[in-house]
């Protein structure tokens, strides 16, 4: 059975920069793609990045675009969620996600729908 720990939140100040861990264990051969995701509070999870396993394409939302990078370490079963120039409003939950079903056509925006199993989600502030 595969699970997904999330780490690497914290508080920094608007510019800074973190590093968001996603650790896979079990069986990683079913996963298609993985994705983060946040939510800031009041408001609905909303999509940040996905990763193809198996091609390493990655898609980024307009919000997060030039500013984060999501990778993979397939040795160290991780994904990566690089974010640099952080801005008040990216502050949230962050939570990685696993899609176990293929998908014929990329969409442009990825959506809740696309994932199966969830993490716990990791703190993420950002002081202006």
């Known amino acids: 059975q595969v699970q997904l720990v999330e780490s690497g939140g914290g508080s920094v100040q608007a510019g800074g920069s973190l590093r968001l861990s996603c650790v896979v264990s079990?069986?990683?051969?079913?996963?298609?793609?993985l994705g983060w995701f946040r939510q800031a509070p009041g408001k609905e999870r909303e999509w940040v990045a996905s990763?193809?396993?198996?091609?390493?394409?990655?898609y980024y939302a307009d919000s997060v675009k030039g500013r984060f990078t999501a990778s993979q370490d397939n040795a160290k079963s991780t994904s990566y969620l690089q974010m640099n120039g952080l801005k008040p409003e990216d502050a949230g939950i962050y939570y990685c996600?696993?899609?176990?079903?293929?998908?014929?056509?990329?969409?442009?925006?990825?959506?809740?729908?696309?994932?199966?199993?969830w993490g716990r989600g990791t703190q993420v502030t950002v002081s202006s």
């Open positions: 996600a696993a899609g176990f079903r293929p998908i014929s056509r990329v969409p442009s925006r990825f959506t809740e729908a696309n994932f199966d199993l």
């Open positions: 079990g069986d990683t051969r079913s996963i298609y793609r």
């Open positions: 990763i193809a396993i198996w091609s390493g394409n990655t």
